[in-house]
Structures are given as structure tokens and as C-alpha cells.
């Protein structure tokens, strides 16, 4: 029996333990800086002692965790957030770099934008004042503001607010976990003033021209909920689906295929391959220009946790192409979450960054479990619809049974029609960003041809919504339940765990007979 | 004679088969546009239905976008006390329903006659 090798999983579980832990206690950081180097020590120490040496680099990955979230928390001296509390009333005049993509929302009759501001200087009675730290923007009325710009405005500057008492939703905790302790906010009375232009990364800036163009492409083709779904679907943006569309998604259990996934990206790589291969290119550089336009398109659709997550699968298994090495999942998947973690512990708490990395160690372990038992069912071995039937019936299931608990402590929702949903839905969205893709890829070389594009996408969508609202009208087709606790979340996934562990065990003792 | 790979086949196959499709609806809905119409399901009231705000039960209401448990209890709340409400306008009087929210929800009402 091959013993698999996954020496990052264990220790991206001990910094998600040691994040969890900071917290929850808060502990001293001077205390676990050196708790975190005395571990560190006394393991380079013992470094030949097989069982201290694993477990004290555990430990000490716990710590660190707790260091990298305290770390994360702490603002600099100079952050815009000491200097709030002098700006409460009247008007504010900040400069800063815009660092994120621009939203511009429909608002009333017109449009808001809204970015994210890198905050330089802040207008004192005195003169400016040099500052640091992230605010999000915005300015209620339309705006050639771009990603890259250095702007000066004239606004109101704030602590987020939660918007609804009817949502358990914090915004502002959710702004908090990105970096962004407040908001400002240019109105009637607000000035904007673009002083320079291309401040920004290369890459990003590039990477947000394309999107902005293919984004056109889409609101030219098709109409303006076509054209949300598409660009959610393709380009990652999902701010503009309508809320009852949304809603279908969500009661059936499939709003998965609105976010950009591991299922997407792996879809944009193959088309990326299958175009890149056309080019009289050889194998090492096909895999490195599938990697290139991989993180160019995670750029693109602003890289949020789940496609993070996915490119970097991705691009390691590309990786093992070229460099002849296999490469596990499991550990891929570990080193996907260890960087997003050590970039930003608190993506540890995003609703996103659990769903995604939940629904892939399911598929990865829980997945095969199904499907053994399943095998033991009198139907034909050899039959291929059968077992793709099977597998996507096994997939679905693992998925939803794993993210059950987690559903219903954020969304107070239970979804049993999304195993027969997934069925329906996921042929229609693999053609849709086959489509998509194909439509803004032919739009910008013969923009005729186009067309046809369109009015596939047109039908296949719009069959897609009708199937999705049919299973929605199903009996007991979603049920919306009562707040869990966070404690009821933790029981369940340990009961789950505990059924893993004696499935795992019985295994062990009672091994499969070998023919 | 036509040296050309399994997957390029599999490609130009996708692609005739999506240009024949395409030009196919095109032509439909130009010469029949209330079947566009017909196919349109986004867009049309089926997906979602607009309510009647002065018939529509507390479960209904917090079925609706936009509307949680807490708005739906003041619209009804309003309603007990103010009677049933003239225009949909009167809904910006409800606690908990700013302009902002209001924008979002009227979509889903139908005006009260």
C-alpha cells in the first residue's frame, strides 16, 4: 500500500487552530513570539527524534498562527483609523491610490461606484498629513475612476455600519476581516479629482482593462439579467445578479455555480490548453503559458478565496506535468489555504474561503467513501452512464452533506433538492462558460459571429433559470430553519469526523479482498 | 488528407454545431419576436411574482427580497395600525424601509389599487 505524503496539511491545521485559538483568547504577543521561538528551537533541537520533532512543528505552526493573526490585527501608528474620530463631522478631504477594480452599481436612476482606496494623505485644519491604511469608496454618481488612479476627494469619512437588523451579516466585521475599518462616502456635496494616472500594478491593471471590456461585451449581447448572470458566471462579478435570481440559486442549492470555482477554473484551463495547442507551441510551454493566463484570469476576477484557492490547485497540478512529479491533492489543497491564510489570517472566518476549501476535502475524502458503499448496489459495473450517474449523484451528496451544517448557521436554509438540482444545473453552466467564454473570445476577433454565441446563451440560460425555478417548486424542495449555534456547528462536524474515523477504522480491520 | 487531431475535430465540431444552433434562434426570434419573449423566462413575473401588499401573509413577505424577518414584522405592524396602505409610496413610512430599501423591494409589489 502507497503511504501518501501530506506534510502541509497537518501544519496548515495547526496555523487555522492557532488562528481560531488567537481569536477566541487573545493571548499576549510578546509571550507567544517566544512560546512560538522556544518551539522552534527545541525542534531544530531534537530535529532527529521523529515523534517531538513532528509534534513541536505542529506546535509551534499553532503559535505562529496566533502570532500572524495578532500581527494582522495591529494598525500602524500612522493608519487613517487614529485620525477618524477628528473627522467625524463635515467634510473630509483624502488622497489615495484606488487598488481594487470598479463596481459601478445601478443606484436610483443613475450609478455608484465603488472601489477600494489606499489612503496617502489626510487633510488636517494644518496642512496634510501623511497616513496609511484601506477605505472603501463611494461616489454616487458616474465616474471614469479606474483601478491605478490617484485621486484627491471631497467626502464624508466613517465607521461602516450593518446595514439591516433582519440579517445576522455584520458588515462591518466582514469589512474588518478584508482590512477596511472605514468608508467614505462622496455625495452631492463630494468633488472627486483624478490628479494621476497608472499608480497601480501593471499586471492588475491589465488584468481589470480586460475584464471591464469583456463585461461590455456581455451588456451588449444580451439583456441586463442575462448579461449579470454571465458575468458573474465568467468574470467573477457577482454584485449585479438580481436578488430573485439569486434567491433561486440559493434555495436550490446551487448558487456554487454563480461563484468562480475550482469547477470554472478548471474549465478556463482546458479551453485556455485546448487554444493554446493550435499554436505550434511545445508541451513546457503550453503548461507555463496555461499557469501564466491561470493567475492572469485569478487577477481578473479579483481573487477572491474560492478562485485562489482553485488557481493555485491548478497551477500545481500543471506543475507536476512539467516538472514530472505527481502531485496529491490533498497536500495542494493545504497549500492553497496556507497562503491565502498567510496573507490574511482572517480569510480563515470568510463564509467564502469555508464553503470552498469544505466542499473539496469532502470531494477529495468523503466522495470515495460514497461511492464504495454505492458499488455494492446491483447495477452494471461497466456501464459508463451508470457510473457517471453514480459519481455525480456521490459528488453532490459528499458536498452537501459536509456543508449542511455550515448552511444552515449562515443561510438558516436546508437544501435537499440540490442533489437532483446539480444534476440539471451543471451540464447547463459547463455550456454556459464553454459559451461565454467563446462569445467574448470571438466578439474581440469577428464580432458577427458573436451573435450566434449570444442567442445560445440566451436559450441555454434561460432554460437553465426555468429548470431552476421548476425544482424550486418542488415539495420540501428547501426548507428554511432556525439560528444554530456556533457550537451545534462544531458537534456536527465532530460527529461527522467521529463517522469518518470509525469508517476509516472498520476499513483498516476488515481490508477489501484483493482478486 | 485532413490531418487535423481528435481535439481540433472535437473543437470545430462544438463550434459548427454552436454557429447552426445560433443562427437557427437568431432566425427564429427574428421572424417570430413574441417567441423571444416566451423564452425570455428571467425577465418575465413567472420566476418571480409581484404581491399584493395589502393581502400578502407575514411567511409571504419574508419570502421576498430584500425583506427579513424584522422588516416584515413592521410592514405588518404598520399595516394593523395605519390600515391598509394607499400607494406603495407609503411604504418609505415603515420603519426599517429607507429609500435605499425601498428601491430594492417595490420591484416585487404590485401597486395597491
Request: glycine fraction near 6%; charged fraction near 15%; aromatic fraction near 14%.
Amino acid at each position: 500500500m502507497i503511504k501518501t505524503h501530506r506534510p502541509l496539511l497537518s501544519i496548515t491545521l495547526a496555523l487555522s487552530l492557532g488562528i481560531l485559538v488567537s481569536q477566541i483568547a487573545r493571548p499576549d504577543f510578546r509571550l507567544l513570539v517566544l512560546l512560538t521561538f522556544f518551539s522552534l528551537f527545541l525542534n531544530g533541537l531534537w530535529i532527529k527524534k521523529k515523534i517531538i520533532a513532528g509534534s513541536l512543528t505542529v506546535v509551534s505552526f499553532v503559535f505562529l498562527g496566533m502570532v500572524c493573526c495578532q500581527n494582522s490585527q495591529v494598525v500602524s501608528e500612522d493608519h487613517i483609523i487614529h485620525a477618524a474620530r477628528y473627522h467625524k463631522k463635515g467634510m473630509t478631504f483624502l488622497e489615495g491610490i484606488v487598488v481594487s477594480d470598479v463596481q459601478r452599481r445601478p443606484f436610483f436612476k443613475g450609478k455608484k461606484n465603488i472601489f477600494i482606496l489606499d489612503v496617502k494623505r489626510i487633510k488636517a485644519p494644518w496642512g496634510w498629513i501623511k497616513k496609511s491604511g484601506r477605505v472603501l469608496v463611494q461616489i454616487f454618481r458616474e465616474t471614469p475612476v479606474q483601478y491605478g488612479d490617484y485621486l484627491r476627494l471631497k467626502g464624508k469619512l466613517y465607521r461602516p455600519f450593518n446595514f439591516s437588523e433582519d440579517e445576522k451579516f455584520s458588515y462591518r466585521e466582514y469589512l474588518e476581516r478584508k482590512g477596511i475599518k472605514l468608508m467614505f462616502s462622496v455625495g452631492k456635496k463630494g468633488e472627486y479629482q483624478v490628479l494621476r494616472f497608472d499608480k497601480g500594478n501593471g499586471f492588475e491593471a491589465a488584468a481589470y482593462r480586460l475584464k471591464n471590456r469583456l463585461a461590455k461585451i456581455f451588456w451588449k449581447h444580451l439583456t441586463a439579467n442575462e448579461a449579470a448572470i454571465m458575468i458573474g458566471v465568467v468574470l467573477g462579478d457577482r454584485y449585479l445578479i438580481p436578488k430573485h435570481i439569486n434567491e433561486l440559486f440559493i434555495q436550490t442549492g446551487t448558487v456554487h455555480i454563480l461563484a468562480i470555482s475550482g469547477f470554472n477554473v478548471g474549465i478556463v484551463a482546458f479551453i485556455i490548453f485546448v487554444i493554446l495547442k493550435t499554436f505550434p507551441l511545445g508541451r513546457r510551454w503550453q503548461y507555463m503559458l496555461t499557469i501564466f493566463f491561470l493567475v492572469f484570469y485569478a487577477f481578473l476576477t479579483g481573487g477572491q478565496p474560492s478562485v485562489v484557492r482553485a488557481t493555485i490547485m491548478a497551477c500545481i497540478f500543471l506543475a507536476s506535468f512539467l516538472l514530472e512529479k505527481e502531485s496529491e491533492p490533498t497536500n495542494s489543497l493545504a497549500l492553497a489555504a496556507l497562503i491565502i491564510l498567510l496573507q490574511n489570517p482572517m480569510n480563515l472566518f470568510d463564509v467564502g474561503f469555508q464553503l470552498s476549501f469544505i466542499s473539496v476535502l469532502a470531494i477529495l475524502h468523503f466522495h470515495p467513501m460514497i461511492m464504495r458503499v454505492l458499488g455494492k448496489l446491483p447495477f452494471d459495473q461497466e456501464s459508463r452512464v451508470a457510473q457517471s450517474v453514480l459519481q455525480c449523484f456521490s459528488v453532490s451528496l459528499a458536498v452537501w452533506i459536509w456543508l449542511a451544517a455550515l448552511l444552515v448557521y449562515y443561510f438558516q436554509i436546508i437544501t435537499p433538492v440540490t442533489i437532483l438540482a446539480n444534476f440539471v444545473v451543471i451540464p447547463f453552466s459547463t455550456v454556459l462558460i464553454i459559451l461565454g467564454f467563446g462569445m467574448v473570445f470571438l466578439a474581440m476577433l469577428w464580432p458577427p459571429l458573436a451573435l450566434a454565441f449570444a442567442a445560445c446563451i440566451k436559450v441555454t440560460l434561460n432554460a437553465m433559470i426555468a429548470c431552476i425555478y421548476l425544482l424550486s417548486q418542488l415539495p420540501w424542495a428547501y426548507v428554511y430553519t432556525k439560528e444554530i449555534s456556533l457550537r451545534q456547528v462544531f458537534v456536527y462536524y465532530g460527529i461527522m469526523g467521529l463517522g469518518v474515523l470509525l469508517f476509516v477504522l472498520i476499513r483498516k480491520l476488515n481490508p477489501p479482498k484483493s482478486i | 488528407m485532413f490531418p487535423i487531431t481528435k481535439q481540433e475535430r472535437l473543437v470545430l465540431i462544438t463550434f459548427g454545431l454552436v454557429f447552426l444552433f445560433g443562427t437557427a434562434f437568431q432566425y427564429v426570434f427574428k421572424k417570430n419576436p413574441a417567441l423571444e419573449n416566451i423564452v425570455n423566462v428571467m425577465d418575465s413575473q413567472t420566476i418571480y411574482p409581484k404581491v399584493d401588499i395589502n393581502k400578502v401573509s407575514y411567511d409571504q413577505l419574508v419570502k421576498i427580497p430584500y425583506v427579513g424577518p424584522a422588516t416584515a414584522k413592521h410592514i405588518m405592524d404598520y399595516r394593523k395600525t395605519h390600515g391598509p396602505f394607499q400607494s406603495l409610496e407609503q411604504l418609505k413610512s415603515v420603519e426599517g424601509v429607507d429609500r435605499g430599501r425601498f428601491e430594492k423591494i417595490f420591484p416585487f409589489l404590485k401597486e395597491p389599487r
